[in-house]
């Protein structure tokens, strides 16, 4: 079964910038196909969409509020999605989590959306302090 491990939170001051990583197992050594989502949650908040990705061909999408300060990658030969997240604000606090859809028949903007996924990795606090 594929699982995801998400590493890579910790605390930050307003400006600063964190490397968050979503490790890919459970994949056979020609599957690599499927929509990766960042999504977060604050507290009290619910879930919201960060960024996604196909690592099938490198389309990204990212939520209005983090374009421009997020950047989201891939690296197929580690089985692992990044999201780079620079210039960091204090409402960016949150527990950051990595989920998968394996083979998306369309890669669209709607992998922005929680319900499109059936695997979730365990998150990873970001704080970000002023």
């Known amino acids: 079964d594929v699982q995801l491990q998400a590493s890579g939170g910790g605390l930050v001051l307003t400006g600063g910038s964190l490397r968050l990583s979503c490790v890919v197992s459970?994949?056979?050594?020609?599957?690599?196909?499927?929509?990766i989502g960042w999504f977060r949650q604050a507290p009290g908040k619910a879930r919201e969409g960060v960024s996604c990705i196909s690592t099938n061909d490198g389309t990204t999408y990212y939520a209005p509020s983090m374009k421009g300060r997020f950047t989201i990658s891939s690296d197929r030969a580690k089985n692992t999605v990044y999201l780079q997240m620079n210039s960091l604000k204090p409402e960016d606090t949150a527990v950051y989590y990595c989920a998968a859809y394996s083979r998306p028949a369309y890669f669209s903007a709607a992998y922005l959306y929680e319900h499109k996924y059936r695997v979730w990795g365990k998150g990873t606090q970001v704080t970000v302090s002023s």
């Open positions: 459970g994949l056979t050594s020609y599957d690599y196909d499927y929509a």
